[in-house]
Nanobody, 119 residues
Framework: QVRLVESGGGLVQAGGSLKLSCAYSGRTFTPYRMGWFRQAPRQEREFVSDIIWSGGASYYADSVKGRFTISRDNAKNMLYLQLNSLKPEDTAVYYC????????????WGQGTQVTVSS
């Protein structure tokens, strides 16, 4: 059983910053990939960013490139997302997820943390 717990969301003014954290525990394994997704009200869940756990290569959606930074701490089993220059359109529930193996899907998901950006 894999458990993911996000934290760090909140209410912030446009232009502000937040840092999201995701702790994973449970089954002992090294994920292939971990990522952040978000879902705004009445919208589909969308990809935000992900990172290859072992190699560290990271990827971003165009909408957040240059403003968000993903990172991980392998020793602590932690995933982070630094959100800078926040915009009202970044308002969403942010989820972290694990892709256990190359070629697989994101199989494990956290419960999400709310980020609200006021204008």
């Amino acid at each position: 059983q894999v458990r993911l717990v996000e934290s760090g969301g909140g209410l912030v003014q446009a232009g502000g910053s937040l840092k999201l954290s995701c702790a994973y525990s449970g089954r002992t394994f090294t994920p292939y990939r971990m990522g952040w997704f978000r879902q705004a009200p009445r919208q589909e869940r969308e990809f935000v960013s992900d990172i290859i756990w072992s190699g560290g290569a990271s990827y971003y959606a165009d909408s957040v490139k240059g403003r968000f930074t993903i990172s991980r701490d392998n020793a602590k089993n932690m995933l982070y997302l630094q959100l800078n220059s926040l915009k009202p359109e970044d308002t969403a529930v942010y989820y972290c997820a694990i892709m256990p193996a190359l070629g697989g899907d994101y199989d494990y998901w956290g419960q999400g943390t709310q980020v609200t950006v006021s204008s």
